[in-house]
């Protein structure tokens, strides 16, 4: 079995996961100027853990993925008692969860989104749709949990 061979729903956390790390480092938020803008992203004080959570949690997706294919190291089949299907799907809805409170919290009209959330947000829906994948092709439902 050629273990380097990724699947398309490895494919699309992995690259979720990728692009959640690079937009975590744009701006998350915008505050304007009438000489510029201040801008905040996800790694700066006051936002630390809280905005970086989706990160980490996207970053251990790909991780996962990666290691297995690329470093052909073999998991466990379960983690804490779930499947890695499982496990993905948990962790893919924290991260849309965690997104979509940041969209929906209450904020000075001034403050905007920056690219760095929209990114975010697009690569946190990715990787739902890269676990539903997994599940898909492998025919297995999650159990519940």
């Not at 990724?6 to 699309?12: G, Q, R, Y």
């Not at 790909?62 to 008692?81: E, H, K, S, T, Y």
């Not at 499982?86 to 997104?99: E, G, N, Y």
Request: proline residues 6%; aromatic residues 10%; charged residues 10%.
């Amino acid at each position: 079995m050629n273990r380097t061979k990724l699947s398309p729903a490895n494919i699309v956390i992995l690259a979720a996961g990728v692009v959640m790390l690079i937009a975590s480092f744009m701006s998350f938020y915008r505050l304007p100027f009438p000489g510029g803008a201040v801008t905040a992203n996800a790694w700066d004080r006051g936002l630390f853990l809280i905005a970086t959570l989706p990160v980490l949690l996207g970053g251990f997706m790909a991780l996962q993925v990666g290691l297995v294919a690329f470093g052909r190291i073999d998991m466990p089949n379960r983690l804490l008692g779930l499947t890695w299907d499982q496990v993905h799907l948990v962790l893919a809805l924290q991260c849309v969860v965690l997104m979509l409170a940041f969209w929906a919290e209450s904020r000075p009209p001034t403050v905007t989104f920056g690219a760095g959330f929209w990114l975010m947000f697009a690569a946190a829906i990715a990787l739902v749709v890269g676990a539903l994948m997994r599940i898909a092709t492998t025919r297995r439902r999650p159990r519940a949990i």
